[in-house]
């Protein structure tokens, strides 16, 4: 399977008559229990349309195969809503998570476990959803930021898929996320999450950093951890495991020269567990120069990597 995606990959970078197919497998939850006032119904509406979006919504011109679509969940938790005086507006966050199968294995990889926590939309009880990449911000800005935002991850769980089967192979995909970002929706201050001057942490910067090349290395080892890592675990497990390892230095690196990163602990929400399990299965007298650099580069998790020691 994992040969055949890369090979649909590369095929779709060459021809673009190749017939489109859906990408993806996901699963929605929309979560609101803390808002009132509201018809319940219009959130098995939101839910159904969303998971019909996510499922239905055609993000390339790559063809995947039923068994090769990529499975990932959403879940929306909203808090509140008449967000900007509109009772159809809401907010709360968006929980996501991705995954892709591992080679000879009978587990699969995450790619993709991130909230954001700055999530507000509009949504109207049956209306359709609808993304063009050429009008992103819509016509009603609130509303459209419901599908730019589904966007715009959908491009990022795809760039880091290809790139785990091929050096840089997402980078189509995150030029496209970034599209969305440079073309966000905007209505006052009631929609944020898109602008550099928001945060250092939110979605401008996570995918300026993924196309920058003071990151490049950490796409590098992106590769280097699945294809040549995981991938090979089953065939040469002590090669596979050095592979990763080793790569731990230059993401040291990495996150020397840019303390701070929100990629590098993107990353670390996604891996920390497979990096705890690869550090288990070293030899304890190897494990203390990897365990000093995980825990630096993971601090919410450097306890479990110290009591590996």
């Not at 990529?70 to 808090?79: A, E, P, R, S």
């Not at 949504?123 to 800005?141: A, C, E, K, R």
């Not at 991850?153 to 970002?181: H, I």
Request: net charge neutral.
């Amino acid at each position: 399977m994992y040969k055949e995606r890369f090979f649909l990959w590369l095929a779709g970078m060459l021809a673009a008559f190749c017939a489109p197919a859906q990408e993806f497998n996901c699963k929605v939850t929309v979560l609101h229990e803390k808002i009132s006032g509201v018809d319940a119904q219009v959130f098995v509406s939101m839910q159904k349309a969303i998971n019909e979006f996510m499922n239905n919504q055609r993000w390339t011109t790559n063809e995947f195969g039923p068994v090769e679509r990529i499975d990932c969940n959403i879940m929306f938790n909203l808090v509140s809503n008449n967000v900007g005086g509109d009772p159809d507006a809401y907010s709360g966050t968006m929980s996501l998570q991705a995954t892709r199968p591992v080679y000879n294995a009978n587990y699969t990889s995450t790619l993709v476990n991130y909230v954001d926590k700055d999530i507000q939309f509009k949504y109207t009880q049956y209306s359709p959803l609808h993304f063009d990449d050429n009008q992103v911000s819509g016509t009603d800005p609130m509303a459209a930021n419901l599908t730019a935002l589904l966007a715009y991850y959908s491009y990022l769980v795809l760039a880091l898929d290809y790139d785990s089967f091929a050096p840089n192979g997402g980078t189509n995909e995150l030029k496209k996320a970034q599209n969305v970002v440079s073309n966000s929706p905007e209505s006052n201050k009631s929609i944020s999450g898109w602008k550099a001057i928001e945060s250092t942490r939110n979605r401008y910067w996570l995918v300026d950093e993924l196309l920058n090349t003071r990151f490049e290395d950490v796409r590098g080892f992106w590769y280097t951890m699945h294809r040549e890592g995981l991938d090979s675990m089953y065939n040469k497990p002590t090669e596979a495991r050095a592979r990763i390892l080793n790569g731990v230095k230059k993401l040291a690196q990495v996150n020397k020269e840019n303390p701070s990163s929100v990629l590098i602990q993107f990353l670390f929400n996604a891996k920390s567990d497979e990096f705890l399990h690869l550090l288990a299965n070293l030899p304890k007298p190897e494990r203390g120069p990897y365990i000093s650099m995980l825990s630096a580069l993971d601090v919410p998790n450097a306890a479990k990597y110290g009591g590996l020691k």
